[in-house]
T-cell receptor, first 111, second 110 residues
Framework: RKEVEQDPGPFNVPEGATVAFNCTYSNSASQSFFWYRQDCRKEPKLLMSVYSSGNEDGRFTAQLNRASQYISLLIRDSKLSDSATYLCVVITSGGSYIPTFGRGTSLIVHP | DVKVTQSSRYLVKRTGEKVFLECVQDMDHENMFWYRQDPGLGLRLIYF???????EKGDIPEGYSVSREKKERFSLILESASTNQTSMYLCASSLAGTQYFGPGTRLTVL
């Protein structure tokens, strides 16, 4: 079983739509969670950390559900420029902060 | 601003060649990582280092070695390149879990 799982998509949505991605993780000792964004042929970049109480950054909202072991990313009012692959990252407790990456969810926002 | 650089964006090598991929970070981070990324497989960890001269195997270390002689520099070495090592190689450094990636090296082994 994969440690971090994501629906690869693609999610194809019109501009202005609201779209949500989930990411499940298998290790209950996981303690830190992140969403990264990766544009085509570019390196991944941190989009946002995910806090236990949930957090929002403009049109983006991230939530953590420890009981069901998943994190989510909600994008409101989608823009063409949101088209990218979104990677879920989980870090399990320990001193070395070794991340486990999901394989990513592809989002395509069309006019 | 955080900066991670990699020595080459594109590299073409022949089977059996020794290949060096260099990564430099200017943030004084202790942790550095090498990944490869392939379509459908996502990012896979090859090696990581949490201090100078320290290294740990990741999930797919076979066919690779690393060197960390200075804190800012982490090198990935392909001792004898093979065609199945054709891939995108990404270096990262991290602070408290947040990863900062270099632009990647697209390596083709013929």
């Amino acid at each position: 079983r994969k440690e971090v799982e994501q629906d690869p998509g693609p999610f194809n949505v019109p501009e202005g739509a609201t779209v949500a991605f989930n990411c499940t993780y298998s290790n209950s000792a996981s303690q830190s969670f992140f969403w990264y964004r990766q544009d085509c042929r570019k390196e991944p970049k941190l989009l946002m950390s995910v806090y236990s109480s949930g957090n929002e950054d403009g049109r983006f909202t991230a939530q953590l559900n420890r009981a069901s072991q998943y994190i989510s990313l909600l994008i409101r009012d989608s823009k063409l420029s949101d088209s990218a692959t979104y990677l879920c990252v989980v870090i399990t407790s320990g001193g070395s902060y070794i991340p486990t990456f999901g394989r990513g969810t592809s989002l395509i926002v069309h006019p | 601003d955080v900066k991670v650089t990699q020595s080459s964006r594109y590299l073409v090598k022949r089977t059996g060649e020794k290949v060096f991929l260099e990564c430099v970070q200017d943030m004084d981070h202790e942790n550095m990582f090498w990944y490869r990324q392939d379509p459908g497989l996502g990012l896979r960890l090859i090696y990581f280092s949490y201090d100078v001269k320290m290294k740990e195997k990741g999930d797919i270390p076979e066919g690779y070695s690393v060197s960390r002689e200075k804190k800012e520099r982490f090198s990935l070495i392909l001792e004898s390149a093979s065609t199945n090592q054709t891939s995108m190689y990404l270096c990262a450094s991290s602070l408290a879990g947040t990863q900062y990636f270099g632009p990647g090296t697209r390596l083709t082994v013929l």
